[in-house]
């Protein structure tokens, strides 16, 4: 069964991954040309499947560099500077979706466009 307030904190999370992505994206463009081009946007959409429910969050930060990609649901991993942030947001977010609820949690990534990360729900009676 689905415990909602561990999925309320993971979508919690990953929404203020998103926004910080953004803003350090927002941050760097400043005073740059190409920066009027630039619209920041975190979109979140739930959709039903014919067995699991999908909520994303979508953001059109700067993405994730193929070389971290595979290290950002580690424990302690974090790409934050020092004091703002602590490594286990994902990595405990990972682990409620996985571990907690047997879902799933996957990320698709286009460094310089943004990034959506997926949370995956199996339906059963249980937990609808």
Do not use: C, W
């Not at 927002?26 to 920066?35: A, H, P, R, V, Y």
């Not at 959409?45 to 580690?74: A, M, Y």
Request: charge should be neutral; glycine fraction near 10%; charged fraction near 20%.
């Amino acid at each position: 069964s689905v415990v909602s307030q561990d999925v309320g904190r993971v979508i919690l999370n990953l929404i203020n991954n998103a926004f910080y992505a953004v803003d350090q994206r927002t941050k760097t463009l400043k005073g740059l040309d190409n920066q009027e081009n630039y619209n920041p946007m975190v979109k979140v959409r739930t959709k039903t499947l014919e067995n699991s429910i999908e909520i994303s969050v979508k953001d059109t930060g700067d993405g994730i560099p193929d070389s971290i990609k595979d290290k950002i649901f580690q424990p302690f991993f974090t790409t934050k500077p020092t004091g703002e942030g602590t490594g286990l947001g994902l990595s405990l977010s990972y682990d409620i979706i996985t571990k907690g609820h047997g879902g799933a949690l996957k990320v698709n990534t286009k460094p310089g466009e943004g990034t959506e990360l997926i949370i995956q729900l199996q339906l059963n009676n249980s937990n609808i």
